[in-house]
């Protein structure tokens, strides 16, 4: 054998070990991450912003690396079997959606001794709705290509929108044209930032604030909490457009729009009210994260 050829093997194999193990590693570190929730300390608000945007990682290894980490808190067998080298970080990925502790043993010999294809194949069959990968994907400057596996159900809504969707234009409706009258409508009715924008003129709860009857600092018994009144509400969904106001120490502001909360800055117990400024938007995540010594709301 040709001794240049040979060497080349054989530093690509040092290097595809090296690459493994480095996987495996990653995984670890990210666990104690996770678990400590370290990851806000870099302006992150999940463990997969951390790989995406703290680590510079791509989308698909930080999606990859975010569902291996959280399934082997439920499966510590798949965070061995990768440890040991019996799996790679993608064939432990194709697996988390159907893996549990009562079948692990089952679908960790099907990941280590079945080629990529034939793991999907089995995943499909035993997890049909795992079938079909969610993608979103850039096709040119301003058209995105969106793939996503539905019901039968759900396809005869959707169809049932195109029908009444080009009755209501007079000309056949398009798949996209269907879909944004859809979304539409449910941001209409649903979405508190436009309600809050519809209802502005007659909201009326732009009051100078109130002094507490307590000093700040001073815990008050007859504080009792209620619930926020509904002008109130979308004063705040006006203000800070439904999505969390906490910010990072670059002074980026966090972009999380799901699992909203509303937080008062001085609480109710030491003398804080229930007006608008006293009130903020924040996600779960930094309002859970409000006691930690390095954390704090600005």
């Known amino acids: ?62 999606a990859s690396l975010r569902s291996v980490v959280y399934k082997s808190r439920e499966v510590p067998a798949l965070q061995e079997a990768i440890v040991s080298g019996e799996l790679t970080l993608s064939k432990a990925h194709k697996i988390v959606s159907v893996i549990n502790k009562d079948n692990q043993d089952q679908w960790l010999e099907i990941a280590a001794t079945k080629t990529s294809r034939e793991i999907e194949k089995a995943v499909a069959t035993a997890n049909p709705q795992a079938a079909i990968q969610e993608r979103v994907r850039y096709r040119s400057e ?25 009755q209501r234009t007079s000309k056949p409706a398009s798949k996209e044209e269907a879909l944004n009258a859809a979304l539409e409508i449910y941001l209409e009715k649903n979405d508190p930032v436009r ?20 000093f700040p600092g001073t815990f008050s018994k007859s504080n009792s909490r209620k619930a926020l009144s509904a002008p109130l509400i979308r004063a ?12 990072y120490s670059d002074g980026s502001r966090c972009k999380n729009k799901r699992w909203i909360e509303r937080h008062h800055i001085v609480p109710k117990a030491f003398g804080g009210d229930d007006s608008l400024e006293n009130l903020t938007t924040l996600c779960s995540m930094h309002h859970k994260s409000l006691h930690r010594p390095s954390m704090r709301i600005r």
């Open 195 to 214: 309600k809050a924008a519809r209802l502005q003129a007659k909201d009326k709860v732009n009051k100078p604030i109130e002094k507490p009857k307590t």
């Open 142 to 166: 301003d058209r995105i290509e969106l793939t996503i596996g539905i019901s039968e159900e759900v396809l005869k809504k959707f169809e049932r929108v195109m029908d009444l969707e080009s």
């Open 236 to 247: 705040m969904d006006r203000r800070d457009q439904g999505q969390c106001t906490h910010l």
């Open 1 to 62: 054998m040709n001794k240049h050829i040979s060497d080349i093997h054989e530093t690509a194999v040092r290097v595809a070990t090296q690459y493994k193990k480095c996987e495996a590693e990653l995984i670890l570190i990210l666990q104690e991450m996770q678990e400590c929730r370290g990851y806000l300390d870099y302006n992150a608000s999940s463990i997969y912003e951390y790989c995406l945007i703290v680590l510079k990682l791509s989308e698909p290894i930080s």
